[in-house]
């Protein structure tokens, strides 16, 4: 069974960076065209794709979020995390990590940026 789990911390502050880490068991982030994902949800709007990072370690961004974004992986721990710089309130939500194109999605957890 395939599980995305994501963790990191629910308060930040801001102009500090977030950082979020998603680990996959029941699936290697490097299987042959598996693409991972990183997804957010802003109280009371939809959902934002933020960026991937592809199982050759390629990587993809939102160009509403380039320059802020970063996604990177440890393939030792079968994990990909994501960083966001410079943040506001405006970036809190919801984050996801999901495999792109596919069920397998993390149950999300609650960012909230504030002083």
């Known amino acids: 069974q395939r599980q995305l789990q994501e963790s990191g911390p629910g308060l930040v502050k801001p102009s500090q960076t977030l950082s979020l880490t998603c680990t996959v068991s029941?699936?290697?982030?490097?299987?042959?065209?598996?693409?991972w994902s990183w997804i957010r949800q802003p109280p009371g709007k939809g959902l934002e794709w933020m960026g991937a990072i592809a199982y050759s370690g390629s990587t993809y961004y939102s160009p509403s979020l380039k320059g802020r974004t970063s996604i990177s992986r440890d393939t030792s721990k079968n994990q990909f995390a994501l960083t966001l710089s410079s943040v506001t309130p405006e970036d809190t939500a919801v984050y996801y990590c999901a495999r792109v194109n596919t069920d397998d999605w993390g149950q999300g957890t609650q960012v909230t940026v504030s002083s």
């Open positions: 029941g699936a290697s982030i490097t299987w042959n065209n598996a693409c």
